[in-house]
């Protein structure tokens, strides 16, 4: 059924949905967008599914959107972008209005799209090792679908430390930032997801759906309007010529024109 992700529920009815592009550190192609959306909405309209846990194979946990996708963009009509960006965007969502616990695991580095993927996230475990960083202005872009979820997860103040300037932190500094719960040895990883998972297994289902989106409704509005915001402006800067410059610098392997030293 899918071939950038796996999906597995075990006896409990806990599912584990897994990206699979470990050859490129999970970055999120047109594909896994696509199946990831169609997975959020599998595990939502699946009575048996109690919790899911967000996970990835190989060393990376999501290197964020796939830079090979978003050039094609570049020289693409303005309704092909904006198509294409909310692709992204309307995952996103999927999976941050997803009716069960989404637990993430994060074993790896999470850049961009990735720190995006664990801001949807209900609860967040992270190894000690991992990276961290919002990568997009270091490539011309910026981090727009993803925006809405990033600050209410962070808060303002806090993502103001990190949303522009592109720099990397550490699983510390995302625990202090609140994008992390907790970081672990990554040997211990395991251990401390199922102790985020294993209350639910102890709650009604469907007053855990109903509490958590009441919750939502306290928060931030990530409503139809925020959402067309982030694809307009992620496809704007997509015809950008900063994009442009960043996106061939990096397959270049070259500094982009506005690097320093």
């Known amino acids: 059924m899918f071939e950038t992700i796996r999906l597995k529920t075990d006896a409990r009815g806990v599912a584990t949905l897994t990206l699979a592009r470990e050859e490129k550190h999970n970055a999120l192609s047109a594909q896994m967008i696509a199946e990831l959306r169609g997975a959020a909405r599998v595990l939502g309209a699946d009575e048996g599914c109690r919790v899911v846990v967000l996970a990835a194979r190989g060393k990376t946990f999501c290197a964020g959107g796939d830079l ?73 872009l910026i981090p727009a679908t993803i925006g809405p979820y990033v600050a209410a997860r962070m808060g303002e103040a806090c993502a103001r430390r990190v949303f522009m300037s592109g720099r990397r932190f550490g699983a510390q500094e995302a625990v202090s930032l609140g994008l992390l719960a907790r970081a672990v040895p990554e040997a211990a990883l395991d251990e401390a997801v199922e102790a985020e998972v294993a209350p639910y297994l ?14 939502r409704g306290f928060g931030p509005q990530i409503d139809g309007a925020v959402i067309a915001g982030t694809i307009d402006a992620l496809a704007a800067t997509w015809a950008g010529d900063e994009a442009r410059e960043g996106i061939a610098a990096f397959f270049d392997r070259r500094k982009p024109g506005w690097q320093q030293g």
Request: aromatic share 4%; glycine share 12%; with cysteine.
């Open 68 to 140: 090979g996708w978003m050039r094609e963009q570049f020289d693409a009509d303005a309704e092909t972008r904006n198509r294409e960006a909310a692709k992204l965007a309307h995952m996103l969502h999927a999976l941050n209005t997803l009716p069960k616990p989404l637990i993430g695991r994060v074993q790896g580095n999470a850049f961009g799209g990735g720190v995006g993927m664990m801001s949807v996230c209900d609860v967040v475990i992270g190894a000690e090792g991992a990276q961290f960083a919002l990568t997009e202005t270091r490539l011309g």
């Open 202 to 215: 102890d709650c009604a289902p469907g007053a855990v759906a109903a509490a958590k989106a009441l919750l």
